[in-house]
Nanobody, 118 residues
Framework: EARLVESGGGLVQAGGSLRLSCAPS????????IGWFRQAPGKEREGVAC????????NYAESVKGRFIVSSDNAKNTVYLQMNSLKGEDTAVYYC???????????WGTGTLVTVSS
């Protein structure tokens, strides 16, 4: 089974933007729901956003609503997380997974580190 690979992280100033990408290591997505999660230093992993690739429905954590946008480009076989108006508290390792609920994710990739400097 193909694993998901995250990319696009980096260092950005507060107020800036980054776009993360999530794609299968091989082949196409076979899963409809793709979730983005993050884990900040010393904190538990939490859900950030979720998308249903078939109908485009999305859900967001309250902390990122209005700032983050999750989207899917099925032609490019990639799910994106556009992060705007970044804050220091957004600093974390970001992961994508084949589920929208943290408790049902059975495999985690290496993630991509986002560091927001103030």
């Amino acid at each position: 089974e193909a694993r998901l690979v995250e990319s696009g992280g980096g260092l950005v100033q507060a107020g800036g933007s980054l776009r993360l990408s999530c794609a299968p290591s091989i082949g196409p997505f076979f899963d409809d729901a793709i979730g983005w999660f993050r884990q900040a230093p010393g904190k538990e992993r939490e859900g950030v956003a979720c998308i249903s690739r078939s109908d485009g429905r999305t859900n967001y954590a309250e902390s990122v609503k209005g700032r983050f946008i999750v989207s899917s480009d099925n032609a490019k076989n990639t799910v994106y997380l556009q992060m705007n108006s970044l804050k220091g508290e957004d600093t974390a390792v970001y992961y994508c997974a084949k589920a929208c609920q943290l408790t049902v994710v059975d495999h985690w990739g290496t993630g991509t580190l986002v560091t927001v400097s103030s």
